[in-house]
């Protein structure tokens, strides 16, 4: 038996370690995906005509080595290289004519090959794009699958009972079968895409809590690519979004999270480790924050607004509101600003030292509308989620009470 139990211990190790491989080629397709997203935006490609011919939805390696450094994204020449290496080696981009398989700072044109239809879909591939569909559906649809839930006495944040999820993915017509969907979550758990809350378990259908391992809409930051390390396996059982209850200085007992996450939040030794020690709420955006030995902070701090106010009388003429609009440029950290509520939300802090704060954002505005979509009747974490995934300029409309 004791054998049997080593066994079994060297097969999860073995599957872990697979998963953590995936997991990192997961995270490469989604940051080059998003950089697509952002480089089709800023019509950095276009199509562009050499020699006398045309070579549609292709960028120029020189100008988007200049606009990673313009935006940020890279602090010099040798390390945008460098990421773009990674996404041509990923076989993301290419050349137009494939002559040429390093990435070089010249007058060359390379294309994303999700433009031109040659991205190679293997069995991964497929696996983690269907994985990244079925997340995005369960987000934008209304249902109480994704919650705090406990299993064997310890609570976990943003977790899915697995008969429940087989329920859904039926019901939804992802395989037409129980035992078939069964299968389905067993490859997202193996391809890195979902877990069982203390990496225990395989995915079955039954009882068990499961989580997904990624974030797909969190933006990433393309330096991200140049880290190897990754995240590897866990040297503990934990899940990243387990609660545990921590005695306080004060005696009271509160809890903290096993990581950073946006509902509860540590402390983050950044530049603006005092809004999230203050706020640590959903809506602050942060990149990649590194924990500081600063003591853990309770979330979902009271309310800034005095009142709950409708949509209704926001938009009411003549009423004691006025709207203006603000267009913010996130840099490295983020936007710096805290938004909570619902219908509608509303700004509950600001980094006094970031892009928010710079061009007027204050507490206690409404949002009305961010990059011209009304979001007056979404709660913060719809809002939150419309602005990590959408580009790094966001122009927003918000409401306050005009002075009298």
Same mark, same amino acid.
């Given at each position: 038996?004791?054998?049997?139990?080593?066994?079994?211990?060297?097969?999860?190790?073995?599957?872990?370690?697979?998963?953590?491989?995936?997991?990192?080629?997961?995270?490469?397709?989604?940051?080059?995906?998003?950089?697509?997203?952002?480089?089709?935006?800023?019509?950095?490609?276009?199509?562009?005509?050499?020699?006398?011919?045309?070579?549609?939805?292709?960028?120029?390696?020189?100008?988007?080595?200049?606009?990673?450094?313009?935006?940020?994204?890279?602090?010099?020449?040798?390390?945008?290289?460098? %990421?773009?290496?990674?996404?041509?080696?990923?076989?993301?981009?290419?050349?137009?004519?494939?002559?040429?398989?390093?990435?070089?700072?010249?007058?060359?044109?390379?294309?994303?090959?999700?433009?031109?239809?040659?991205?190679?879909?293997?069995?991964?591939?497929?696996?983690?794009?269907?994985?990244?569909?079925?997340?995005?559906?369960?987000?934008?649809?209304?249902?109480?699958?994704?919650?705090?839930?406990?299993?064997?006495?310890?609570?976990?944040?943003?977790?899915?009972?697995?008969?429940?999820?087989?329920?859904?993915?039926?019901?939804?017509?992802?395989?037409?079968?129980?035992?078939?969907?069964?299968?389905?979550?067993?490859?997202?758990?193996?391809?890195? %895409?979902?877990?069982?809350?203390?990496?225990?378990?395989?995915?079955?259908?039954?009882?068990?809590?499961?989580?997904?391992?990624?974030?797909?809409?969190?933006?990433?930051?393309?330096?991200?690519?140049?880290?190897?390390?990754?995240?590897?396996?866990?040297?503990?059982?934990?899940?990243?979004?387990?609660?545990?209850?921590?005695?306080?200085?004060?005696?009271?007992?509160?809890?903290?999270?096993?990581?950073?996450?946006?509902?509860?939040?540590?402390?983050?030794?950044?530049?603006? =480790? =005092?809004? =999230?020690?203050?706020?640590?709420?959903?809506?602050?955006?942060?990149?990649?924050?590194?924990?500081?030995?600063?003591?853990?902070?309770?979330?979902?701090?009271?309310?800034?607004?005095?009142?709950?106010?409708?949509?209704?009388?926001?938009?009411?003429?003549?009423?004691?509101? %006025?709207?203006?609009?603000?267009?913010?440029?996130?840099?490295?950290?983020?936007?710096?600003?805290?938004?909570?509520?619902?219908?509608?939300?509303?700004?509950?802090?600001?980094?006094?030292?970031?892009?928010?704060?710079?061009?007027?954002?204050?507490?206690?505005?409404?949002?009305?509308?961010?990059?011209?979509?009304?979001?007056?009747?979404?709660?913060?974490?719809?809002?939150?989620?419309?602005?990590?995934?959408?580009?790094?300029?966001?122009?927003?409309?918000?409401?306050?009470?005009?002075?009298?």
């Amino acid at each position: 038996m004791v054998l049997e139990g080593r066994a079994m211990d060297r097969i999860g190790t073995t599957m872990q370690k697979k998963a953590a491989e995936l997991e990192r080629l997961a995270e490469v397709l989604v940051t080059g995906e998003q950089l697509r997203l952002r480089l089709h935006e800023a019509k950095v490609i276009k199509d562009r005509r050499h020699h006398l011919r045309t070579y549609p939805n292709c960028f120029v390696a020189k100008e988007l080595i200049d606009w990673l450094i313009e935006h940020k994204e890279a602090s010099d020449r040798e390390t945008a290289i460098k %990421i773009m290496q990674k996404l041509l080696d990923q076989s993301i981009i290419h050349h137009v004519c494939d002559e040429h398989r390093e990435f070089k700072d010249m007058k060359l044109l390379y294309r994303f090959r999700k433009d031109d239809g040659t991205f190679p879909l293997d069995s991964e591939a497929k696996v983690f794009m269907r994985g990244q569909r079925i997340y995005e559906k369960l987000m934008n649809t209304e249902n109480n699958l994704i919650q705090t839930r406990e299993e064997e006495g310890v609570s976990f944040e943003r977790a899915l009972v697995a008969s429940e999820f087989i329920d859904w993915l039926l019901q939804e017509g992802e395989m037409p079968t129980r035992e078939e969907n069964e299968q389905l979550g067993r490859r997202l758990l193996e391809h890195g %895409i979902i877990q069982h809350v203390t990496n225990k378990h395989h995915f079955v259908d039954g009882p068990l809590l499961y989580q997904f391992r990624m974030n797909f809409r969190r933006r990433r930051r393309l330096i991200e690519l140049l880290h190897e390390r990754g995240r590897g396996i866990p040297e503990s059982h934990d899940s990243p979004f387990c609660l545990r209850k921590q005695q306080s200085d004060g005696g009271n007992t509160c809890f903290l999270s096993v990581s950073p996450t946006k509902e509860i939040k540590l402390a983050v030794g950044v530049r603006r =480790s =005092s809004m =999230s020690s203050s706020c640590g709420s959903s809506g602050y955006y942060s990149s990649s924050p590194t924990l500081s030995s600063s003591p853990p902070v309770l979330c979902n701090p009271k309310s800034v607004v005095k009142r709950q106010v409708t949509p209704e009388e926001l938009l009411t003429p003549g009423g004691p509101f %006025i709207k203006k609009t603000f267009t913010v440029v996130g840099d490295a950290v983020g936007w710096g600003f805290v938004v909570r509520g619902s219908k509608p939300c509303h700004i509950q802090a600001v980094d006094p030292g970031g892009p928010a704060a710079a061009v007027g954002i204050k507490v206690c505005q409404y949002v009305v509308s961010v990059n011209g979509l009304n979001v007056l009747c979404y709660d913060y974490r719809t809002v939150s989620n419309l602005i990590l995934t959408g580009p790094r300029t966001i122009v927003m409309e918000v409401m306050e009470e005009a002075l009298v």
